[in-house]
């Protein structure tokens, strides 16, 4: 690989983000890495990441990271990030909530993580689209949402927003 590409697929939940990611990755590689962010709390989202697991099958090599994506080197693979949602709380609340730390945290394993030449393929939600947040909390973390896609779409080669299972590509 002498190049690298950023992808950044964004929509709400069920929208078909995850499985339109996986069958791009698969469409740049054999055997590509799903780095997943997630914090496995409960026994519904534990049954979520194990349907997912089974739909990508033997083919995907799966890393687990929550916060420091910068500390794993993917030169030369196709690497999907599901979720940046689930990487943004992770820091999010590590940080006691501070949004303006949070996201120079986050910009800054961005900017590690992808330094070197790989496909990598970034899953975000738009939580944003549905309305203002009830509490303070809720509205911070939406504001660092938006901030940090919009960090990653000024990056990205290509941003895709997904809609009832369609991927519509705007950039």
């Known amino acids: 690989m002498d190049d690298k590409r950023i992808v950044l697929i964004t929509g709400g939940q069920r929208s078909g983000k995850s499985a339109f990611s996986e069958s791009l990755a698969l469409e740049l590689s054999e055997n590509p890495v799903y780095l997943a962010t997630a914090h496995v709390m409960d026994d519904e ?3 979520r990441v194990r349907i997912h697991q089974e739909r990508r099958g033997e083919r995907w090599t799966t890393v687990e990271e929550e916060i ?5 080197d993917m030169t030369g693979k196709t690497v999907v990030v599901d979720c940046v949602t689930m990487w943004i709380t992770n820091v999010f609340f590590s940080n006691g909530e501070d949004v303006g730390k949070s996201l120079e945290i986050l910009k800054k394993e961005f ?12 899953v975000s939600n ?10 303070a909390m809720q509205r911070k973390f939406t ?7 919009q960090f990653i ?19």
């Open 153 to 171: 779409a000024l990056k990205a080669h290509e941003v895709y927003l997904t809609v009832a299972g369609i991927p519509v590509k705007i950039k």
């Open 111 to 122: 900017t590690e993580f992808t330094s070197r030449q790989a496909n990598y393929i970034f």
């Open 126 to 135: 738009e939580i944003g689209s549905g309305g203002i947040g009830a509490t």
């Open 68 to 72: 420091h994506l910068g500390r794993h």
């Open 143 to 149: 504001d660092l949402q938006g901030w940090f896609n």
């Open 45 to 47: 989202f534990r049954d």
